[in-house]
């Protein structure tokens, strides 16, 4: 091999492009790679933060649908509880309302009986007042006064 002046030359001028590579292209270049790596990093860590705030997020909404979910069955019980305590009032009540009525009705039904009794016991004595004074308005005589008294058992 011969080494001459084309090759010393084409050395030289390869030299000086490295130079002026690694001096003028290089750093831009880097700092170009440097910042896109960056970016990607920062892009990564962002999706990172955002998956476990997600997650987070997530486990607050089941914690609290969780604890709607209990209290909206809290106050289903308290609601079935408050209708059946007003039903069993209201039953009572009812009960008691219809107690008073039935009392009510029997005491009328008695006072009813006695003046009936009243009223016919005064029909009886009127009718035995009216029998007595027939009798004694005309003589004594056995087949009048059975006649009489058989007028008084049609009238009773």
Not at 50 to 58: D, F, G, M, R, V
Not at 117 to 122: D, G, P, V
């Amino acid at each position: 091999m011969n080494i001459n002046a084309t090759l010393i030359l084409q050395a030289i001028v390869f030299a000086i492009l490295v130079w002026f590579t690694m001096r003028y292209i290089w750093p831009p270049l880097a700092k170009a790679l440097d910042e896109r790596a960056q970016k990607i990093a920062d892009g990564l860590a962002a999706a990172d933060r955002a998956k476990s705030e997600l997650a987070t997020a997530n486990k607050r909404v089941e914690e609290q649908l969780v604890a709607t979910r209990e209290e909206t069955t809290k106050r289903i019980a308290d609601a079935d509880k408050r209708a059946l305590a007003i039903v069993e009032d209201a039953k009572r009540r009812a009960v008691e309302e219809a107690a008073k009525i039935v009392a009510d009705a029997k005491a009328e039904a008695d006072q009813q009986v006695v003046r009936a009794r009243e009223a016919l016991r005064e029909q009886v004595a009127v009718l035995a007042v009216k029998g007595a004074e027939q009798i004694l308005r005309r003589e004594v005589n056995a087949g009048v006064h059975a006649e009489l008294l058989a007028r008084l058992k049609t009238e009773l």
